[in-house]
T-cell receptor, first 119, second 112 residues
Framework: EPEVTQTPSHQVTQMGQEVILRCVPISNHLYFYWYRQILGQKVEFLVSFYNNEISEKSEIFDDQFSVERPDGSNFTLKIRSTKLEDSAMYFC?????????????????FGNGTRLTVT | GENVEQHPSTLSVQEGDSAVIKCTYSDSASNYFPWYKQELGKRPQLIIDIRSNVGEKKDQRIAVTLNKTAKHFSLHITETQPEDSAVYFCAASISGTYKYIFGTGTRLKVLA
């Protein structure tokens, strides 16, 4: 069964440094997402991406964050200047193009996550 | 604002007993409610979902119920087994968007 893959599984960085989290969505999926989960808290939506542009973003997704699909397979999340509060598990997800009306009904396929630790 | 509350945060049951996890949502226009299971060190995976035009859905030992008037939905697991031990997340769709709002998760422990 095809899977979403994320690298690295764990990233440690110093405050103020830039990090790039990488994801390879399932090959025939066209919708891509980043969610994050601060330890012990809820899974939070960050951004959705379709047709090479952001479709939605949350309040968390400020100017320090950016996403990119640099080629036909990778989907990246960049944090320009990391803060302590960016420490979290970051999940990439993708969904299939069929039955993609707004308001749900599509299955999010998650990767295993990247645990980001900012020191 | 958009919110999903989930209770309890932890739940321990004896093997063979039933487990119930409850969620409430704020967006009255939400019309799709998936449940995800996350085993330790693994990715969240969809286990069951329900649309707002249905009151209940069952898949073997797992069922989900929805009360649109009260804006709450529940996951029911019967005849629990040790392999049911995991963190369970409820979620609700947000109308007019492609995003889901997740609950805070319930850590279920099934004691052998």
């Amino acid at each position: 069964e095809p899977e979403v893959t994320q690298t690295p599984s764990h990233q440690v960085t110093q405050m103020g440094q830039e990090v790039i989290l990488r994801c390879v969505p399932i090959s025939n999926h066209l919708y891509f997402y980043w969610y994050r989960q601060i330890l012990g808290q809820k899974v939070e939506f960050l951004v959705s991406f379709y047709n090479n542009e952001i479709s939605e973003k949350s309040e968390i997704f400020d100017d320090q964050f950016s996403v990119e699909r640099p080629d036909g397979s990778n989907f990246t999340l960049k944090i320009r200047s990391t803060k302590l509060e960016d420490s979290a598990m970051y999940f990439c997800a993708s969904s299939a193009p069929t039955s993609m009306g707004t308001g749900g009904g599509f299955t999010l396929h998650f990767g295993n996550g990247t645990r980001l630790t900012v020191t | 604002g958009e919110n999903v509350e989930q209770h309890p945060s932890t739940l321990s049951v004896q093997e063979g007993d039933s487990a119930v996890i409850k969620c409430t949502y704020s967006d009255s226009a939400s019309n799709y409610f998936p449940w995800y299971k996350q085993e330790l060190g693994k990715r969240p995976q969809l286990i069951i979902d329900i649309r707002s035009n249905v009151g209940e859905k069952k898949d073997q030992r797992i069922a989900v119920t929805l009360n649109k008037t009260a804006k709450h939905f529940s996951l029911h697991i019967t005849e629990t087994q040790p392999e049911d031990s995991a963190v369970y997340f409820c979620a609700a769709s947000i109308s007019g968007t492609y995003k889901y709002i997740f609950g805070t998760g319930t850590r279920l422990k099934v004691l052998a």
